[in-house]
């Protein structure tokens, strides 16, 4: 049984902004999967709403044809950021050196991470950031693939399969506190690169679960 203290190590521990500082204007999955992304979205992002994409790059693959308020993300790299479309702003953040967001209580309507938080060193600080920035009722959507730059995930990510990586996102949220209706979904499509994903609510009263190491 891994020690909880070497969870959340990675292969490569130098400093993420380095890793991160060379812009990779790529799609991380394929066309088949990024679908099962709108899709998701269309179903959960609400329509006028505050929208946080959170370690976000130059695509947020948010429904073409559905508007938002705003969009604002988060993410390592600015000239990825500023490639990004459907941003309204954006900065540099990186949260496993900062998990605390640098927004007001109940600033969104739903947050969105893509294929990206198997690189969260302290996944749960973060997921409580999250709840405290929703509004009530808000949603998150988490998703990721089987693809990850594997020097840079943690090692429980490493070491579990899909559907352990479903209870593990999950387990980040009940950890955290403040989310209800927590739900691990299998969208993979029928070709492709499988797609999986967390989505829950911001609770109307947060409850916040024991401490847990993060």
Not at 34 to 48: D, F, K, S, W
Not at 154 to 167: N, P, S, T
Not at 168 to 188: E, M
Request: charged share 25%; hydrophobic share 45%; glycine share 6%.
């Amino acid at each position: 049984m891994m020690d909880v203290r070497d969870a959340f190590r990675r292969t490569d521990e130098s400093p993420d902004a380095r890793f991160y500082q060379q812009a990779r204007l790529v799609e991380h999955i394929d066309r088949h999967a990024i679908g099962a992304v709108e899709e998701l979205y269309r179903e959960n992002l609400p329509a006028g709403g505050a929208i946080l994409d959170l370690m976000s790059s130059w695509v947020s693959h948010l429904p073409p044809e559905i508007s938002y308020g705003r969009v604002v993300a988060l993410g390592m790299n600015r000239a990825e950021l500023a490639a990004n479309p459907r941003l309204d702003a954006y900065d540099v953040h990186d949260l496993n050196v900062e998990p605390t967001l640098p927004f007001a209580e109940a600033s969104f309507d739903a947050v969105t991470i893509c294929v990206s938080v198997q690189y969260l060193t302290r996944p749960i600080e973060v997921m409580r950031e999250i709840a405290r920035v929703l509004r009530p009722n808000g949603v998150l959507v988490i998703s990721f693939s089987n693809r990850c730059f594997p020097t840079k995930a943690v090692a429980v990510w490493r070491m579990l399969d899909d559907c352990g990586h479903r209870e593990l996102v999950a387990s980040y949220l009940a950890a955290a506190g403040g989310f209800a209706a927590i739900a691990g979904l299998d969208r993979s499509p029928r070709y492709g690169d499988p797609l999986h994903a967390v989505v829950a609510r911001r609770a109307a009263i947060v409850d916040r679960a024991t401490d847990l190491p993060s």
